[in-house]
Antibody, heavy 119, light 108 residues
Framework: EVQLLESGGGLVQPGGSLRLSCTAS????????MSWVRQAPGKGLEWVAG????????FYADSVMGHFTVSRDNSKNTVYLQMNSLRADDTAVYYC????????????WGQGTLVTVSS | EMALTQSPATLSLSPGERATLSCRAS??????LAWYQQRPGQAPRLLIY???NRANGIPARFSGSGSGTDFTLTISSLEPEDFAIYYC??????????FGPGTKVEIK
């Protein structure tokens, strides 16, 4: 059974940093690209960052370019999202997602971790 | 940049009725379009990929159609668990992997 377990969310002050982790199981992690998708309270879905299967190519939404960094450790079946210079509008539930295959959508989602940016 | 619009924003229907949801892309995405369902308090779930292929375990009452810029998700007969928000997503032109704003299917 595929499982994606996010951790690392919480309350952080504006300008602060947080690192999210997503540990995967139930599939060959190193074969699949992974992404982070967020959802602000009461709002829709926003893809924020992704990384290819071997970890050599990260890619970002314009809204987080330069202040979020995605990485992965295939030996630990884990993908990370380092979030710096956090702003109030980064407040959201952050979901870890697995890509079904190249050019295919996200077939598995974690349950999400809430990040709240507030003073 | 690619944009997706969904209509209607809200669809009010009764169990057993047919639901027809629309997604329109600002430029052609071929058939690189997916649909997701999100129930309250839950993570999204993949329903349809490549415009018309049902994902694993998705009931046959869900179907997708379309290509280019106009796509449709049809639920042939609404079950109580189908009242949720539905999002489309394009996979052709990225980054970003754009999502539509969603259509809420609510009980009439």
């Amino acid at each position: 059974e595929v499982q994606l377990l996010e951790s690392g969310g919480g309350l952080v002050q504006p300008g602060g940093s947080l690192r999210l982790s997503c540990t995967a199981s139930g599939f060959t992690f190193s074969n699949y690209a992974m992404s982070w998708v967020r959802q602000a309270p009461g709002k829709g879905l926003e893809w924020v960052a992704g990384i290819n299967a071997i970890g050599s190519e990260p890619f970002y939404a314009d809204s987080v370019m330069g202040h979020f960094t995605v990485s992965r450790d295939n030996s630990k079946n884990t993908v990370y999202l380092q979030m710096n210079s956090l702003r109030a509008d980064d407040t959201a539930v952050y979901y870890c997602t697995k890509e079904m295959a190249i050019t295919k959508p996200f077939d598995y989602w974690g349950q999400g971790t809430l990040v709240t940016v507030s003073s | 940049e690619m944009a997706l619009t969904q209509s209607p924003a809200t669809l009010s229907l009764s169990p057993g009725e047919r639901a027809t949801l629309s997604c329109r892309a600002s430029q052609s995405v071929g058939t690189y379009l997916a649909w997701y369902q999100q129930r309250p308090g839950q993570a999204p779930r993949l329903l349809i990929y490549d415009a018309s292929n049902r994902a694993n375990g998705i009931p046959a009452r869900f179907s997708g159609s379309g290509s280019g810029t106009d796509f449709t998700l049809t639920i042939s007969s609404l079950e109580p668990e189908d009242f949720a928000i539905y999002y489309c997503q394009q996979r052709l032109i990225w980054p970003p992997f754009t999502f539509g704003p969603g259509t809420k299917v609510e009980i009439k």
